[in-house]
C-alpha cells in the first residue's frame, strides 16, 4: 500500500467472489448499490446498499459481489498507529462517517484531500460499534446455502432469485475449478441442463 490509508470504488456488472484467505490489512466494505456477501467465521452475512462491514486484519474472510453491485473499500495499512478494531462485523454508521464515505465518491477530490477524509473515517472507526447478529435475510440465505452445497431441497427460503443464481454460479463454479464435469454439475445445479449451467456461468465473466 502506497499510503497508510487507501479507498477504491467499483461497479461490478458481473458475479465476482473471492477465495477464503486472510487479510494482511485492515479493510472497511460499503455498499452504495447492490448486495455483497461477507463471509467471516462459519457465516455468510449480508451487506446492502447504506451498510459497512469491517474486517481486521488477520481476518479469514471471503466476499461474494453480486452482479450490478457498487461497492467501495478502504483499507488500512498494518502500519497505522491507531488502534483499529480487532473484530469483524457491521460497523454503526454515524452520520459524519456516512457523509465521509458519500464525499469519497466524489470525482474531483485531490488526493490531498482525500486522505484528509480518509484520517477523518480512520477516527471515527475507533468509537465505532460492532455487530455480528445476522439478519433475518443473512438467516435465510445460511440456510439456503447449507441447502444447497448438500445437496437438498433449495424451495421454501426466503432467498431473491437474483440471490439465489449468484449463489449456485459461484458454487457451480468451484467445482469446475476442481475438475468436476460440466454434466455433474448441471445434474446437481440446473436440473442436468448444461446449456443453462453454460449460459449462467457466463455472468462469471
Given amino acids: 500500500m502506497k499510503n497508510a490509508i487507501t479507498f477504491q470504488s467499483e461497479t461490478h456488472s458481473h458475479l465476482l467472489y473471492t477465495a477464503r484467505k486472510k487479510k494482511n490489512h485492515y479493510e472497511l466494505i460499503s455498499v452504495q448499490t447492490g448486495a455483497v ?18 474486517l481486521p486484519f488477520d481476518a479469514l474472510s471471503a466476499m461474494t459481489v453480486v452482479p450490478n453491485s457498487t461497492i467501495s473499500c478502504v483499507q488500512f495499512s498494518i502500519r497505522t498507529r491507531e488502534s483499529l ?13 456516512i ?34 447478529d445476522l439478519s433475518e435475510e443473512s438467516k435465510s440465505i445460511n440456510a439456503y446455502l447449507s441447502a444447497l452445497t448438500e445437496n437438498k431441497t433449495t424451495t421454501g427460503y426466503s432467498v431473491s432469485p437474483d ?38 456461468c457466463s455472468i462469471l465473466a
Fill in 163 to 200: 440471490m439465489m443464481m449468484a449463489l449456485k454460479v459461484r458454487e457451480a463454479d468451484k467445482m469446475r475449478k476442481s475438475g468436476v464435469k460440466n454434466d455433474m454439475i448441471a445434474a446437481r445445479y440446473f436440473s442436468g441442463n448444461v446449456d443453462f449451467l453454460l449460459q449462467a
Fill in 85 to 97: 478494531p480487532h473484530q469483524g462485523g457491521y460497523v454503526g454508521m454515524t452520520p459524519l462517517l
Fill in 37 to 54: 456477501l461477507v463471509r467471516l467465521g462459519k457465516w455468510e452475512y449480508l451487506v446492502m446498499p447504506g451498510e459497512s462491514f469491517w
Fill in 99 to 132: 457523509a465521509g464515505l458519500n464525499k469519497l465518491q466524489s470525482l474531483t477530490m485531490s488526493e490531498q484531500a482525500q486522505q484528509r477524509l480518509l484520517s477523518v473515517i480512520q477516527d471515527e472507526l475507533l468509537e465505532a460499534s460492532l455487530h455480528t
